[in-house]
C-alpha cells in the first residue's frame, strides 16, 4: 500500500465512480434526486464497446457512450423534469431498462451471451509519454486520459457551482425552485440539462469501465459501481470536491481489495470491501441526518 502502483490502482478503480458520482451531484445540486447512475453507466459501457467495436477506435466508442448515454438520460429528464414525475420511480426504471437492452444487444449484435472480448477490441492508449517522470509516471503512466479528466472535472465543477453565476443559479434551482422561478429562472431546463449533462458523464463513466480498466463487455458489469456513487454523492452532500475525496476512498477499498486478493485472502471477502464500505458510509450518513434533525429540533 505503500507503492506508486497502489496509488494508481486506486485512481483506476475511482476513475468511473467518480464521473458518474459528479453526475449525481449535479442533479442532487439541482433539485433531482438521480439514482439511475448504475443504468446509465451500464449502458456508457456497452455503447462504447459497441462504438469501438465496429469502428475500430476506442476513441470513437467513448464519443458514443457520451452522446448516447446522454440520449438515454433523456428519459429521467423528461419523467422527472419535464412531467413531474417521481425521480426515484423513473430511475428505477431506468436501470431496469439498461440491464434489459444491455442483454439483449450482446446476443443481437454480437451473438454471445454473458461476455465479449474480441481480440481486436481497441481499449483507451496508455499515457506512456509520462514514463520516467518521477511521481507522476509512476501514477499516471498506465492510466487512461480519462483519468486525470475526472479529477479536472470534479475540480472545475466544485469552482463552477461556487464561483459562476450560472452555477449559482442551479444551486438555488435545486434550494428554492419556486424563488428561483418567481426570478425568471427558467427551473425545467436548468433541470433537464444537468441529467442530459450527467448523463454524459455516466457515458464516461462507463467507457472508462470497458475501454480503460478493462477492454470487455460482460453483462451488469458495472456490478453496483452507481450505487457506490450515489452514496458518494450522499457521503458529500453533492459537493463535487469531496465527491472526489470520498470516490479516492471507495477505490482504495477496491484496490485494497485486491491486494487482500494477492495475498491469499477469499476473493469473496476482496470483492465485498467497496461495499462494505458503501454500507457504512450510508450508516454514517443517516446518523449525520439524524443528528442534524435533532439539532433542529431543539
Do not use: K
Amino acid at each position: 500500500m505503500l507503492e506508486w502502483s497502489f496509488v494508481a490502482a486506486v485512481l483506476m478503480a475511482a476513475t468511473p465512480v467518480l464521473l458518474a458520482a459528479l453526475g449525481g451531484a449535479l442533479c442532487a445540486q439541482a433539485g433531482v434526486f438521480n439514482i439511475a447512475l448504475e443504468g446509465q453507466m451500464l449502458w456508457g459501457a456497452f455503447a462504447a464497446v459497441v462504438g469501438s467495436h465496429y469502428s475500430g477506435s476506442a476513441w470513437v466508442g467513448v464519443l458514443i457512450a457520451l452522446v448516447s448515454t446522454a440520449a438515454f438520460s433523456a428519459i429521467l429528464a423528461v419523467g422527472s423534469a419535464r412531467w413531474a414525475a417521481d425521480p426515484i420511480i423513473v430511475a428505477i426504471g431506468v436501470n431496469l431498462l439498461a440491464v434489459g437492452l444491455t442483454g439483449f444487444g450482446i446476443r443481437v449484435l454480437f451473438d454471445v451471451s454473458g461476455t465479449f472480448s474480441p481480440p481486436d477490441l481497441q481499449g483507451l492508449h496508455r499515457m506512456t509519454f509520462l514514463d520516467g517522470v518521477p511521481v507522476v509516471g509512476d501514477v499516471l503512466a498506465r492510466q487512461s486520459p480519462l483519468v486525470p479528466l475526472a479529477i479536472v472535472l470534479a475540480l472545475a465543477l466544485a469552482y463552477w457551482l461556487s464561483r459562476s453565476a450560472t452555477g449559482l443559479r442551479l444551486r438555488g434551482v435545486g434550494e428554492h425552485p419556486e424563488a428561483a422561478g418567481s426570478l425568471g429562472v427558467d427551473v425545467t431546463a436548468y433541470r433537464t440539462t444537468v441529467v442530459l449533462a450527467a448523463g454524459a458523464l455516466c457515458g464516461l463513466a462507463g467507457a472508462q469501465l470497458a475501454l480503460g480498466n478493462v477492454t470487455v463487455f460482460t453483462e451488469n458489469m458495472t456490478a453496483g459501481r452507481g450505487w457506490i456513487a450515489v452514496a458518494a454523492v450522499m457521503l458529500a452532500a453533492s459537493r463535487p470536491a469531496w465527491v472526489l475525496v470520498a470516490c479516492v476512498g471507495f477505490g482504495a477499498a477496491e484496490a485494497f481489495g485486491f491486494r487482500l486478493q494477492g495475498v491469499g485472502a477469499p476473493q469473496q471477502l476482496a470483492d465485498a470491501a467497496p461495499y462494505i464500505v458503501t454500507l457504512l458510509v450510508l450508516v454514517a450518513t443517516r446518523l449525520r441526518w439524524l443528528r442534524r434533525t435533532r439539532e433542529v429540533a431543539v
